[in-house]
């Protein structure tokens, strides 16, 4: 029910006019925000802020140009849910808020002594929003971004073999992978590394997308699998004690083999074109796909913001 009411919200926002403010204050004059990222803090924030103060501008700047609900990209990626269904054109989120500009642009740096946000489009070149006009405030809200650790064998490519689950677009090419293996007569093997709550649900939505289950009942069919490894022996570790448990019978019924007490690290690739990943010092597993959600860290223009001197 949660997920329902907040991807209505998400997918058909308020409108963001404004009647009939009287605070007793003298008028502001109108100040310009930027908004840096468009997930579901900064997306919030920049519809908040139109509605508290429609006399002042706000530019959403984001290197994607829809917004995504990510509880539902599993669903997306696994067929069960269609684009439209899980995210929205920023045009479309903000067309009824009049003081809110999205700017489609990665961001390169931010500077908060000259109040100048640095970013970079499509084609290529970096430049200064707004020209380079200073902002009155900026709202850093880029969360995190997923870490993929590099092969330990020199020269492995892994090319589409590894991939982070976190963004739209990493639905988009699981969901394109699940396509071209139901025209497979070789079942795959996929590795899950991390088990908190997005490497736990993800498994659980792919070992029902392959059907594992159902291929394990039949000895005479070879068999799709999912692995997921965790290097605690703990799943979900910020979990409450009912829902570890809950997880582990989502795992159980799911099919999905679990790891545990595992440092998982990629090793290279095999000859068939297959990704190896050590699970312990002797044990290998060599999968079609490797998902890596074990992760994350701070977008570089944030770690840059905790080098520099203060502004």
Do not use: M
């Amino acid at each position: 029910p949660c997920r329902t009411v907040l991807l209505v919200v998400a997918l058909h926002p308020p409108q963001c006019t404004v009647h009939g403010l009287h605070f007793g204050a003298p008028a502001q004059p109108p100040k310009h925000t930027v908004v840096v990222g468009g997930g579901f803090g900064g997306t919030y924030t920049a519809l908040a802020l139109a509605k508290l103060r429609p006399r002042d501008r706000i530019t959403v700047v984001d290197a994607r140009d829809r917004f995504a609900f990510l509880p539902l990209l599993y669903d997306y990626a696994c067929g069960l849910a269609e684009r439209d269904d899980v995210s929205v054109p920023f045009s479309t989120l903000f067309a009824g808020c009049p003081n809110v500009d999205f700017a489609h642009a990665t961001v390169d740096a931010i500077d908060p002594a000259q109040r100048t946000v640095s970013v970079r489009r499509d084609d290529g070149a970096t430049r200064l929003l707004d020209d380079g006009t200073a902002f009155d405030a900026v709202v850093v809200a880029l969360g995190r971004e997923p870490v993929v650790p590099p092969t330990e064998a020199a020269g492995s490519d892994y090319g589409a073999l590894v991939q982070p689950f976190y963004r739209l677009e990493d639905a988009e090419a699981l969901r394109r992978k699940l396509a071209e293996w139901r025209d497979s007569e070789t079942p795959p093997t996929v590795a899950v590394v991390g088990g908190g709550y997005t490497g736990v649900e993800l498994a659980c939505h792919l070992a029902r997308a392959l059907k594992v289950t159902q291929a394990a009942s039949s000895s005479n069919l070879p068999k799709p699998r999912v692995v997921l490894a965790h290097r605690s022996s703990r799943l979900v570790p910020a979990a409450t004690p009912h829902n570890r448990a809950a997880a582990t019978r989502a795992l159980r019924a799911a099919g999905v083999d679990v790891a545990l007490d595992v440092d998982a690290a990629l090793v290279g690739t095999t000859e068939a074109g297959k990704a190896r990943l050590r699970l312990n010092t002797d044990e290998t597993l060599d999968a079609d796909l490797v998902l890596w959600t074990a992760a994350t860290r701070l977008p570089a223009p944030i770690r840059a913001l905790g080098s520099s001197s203060p502004g």
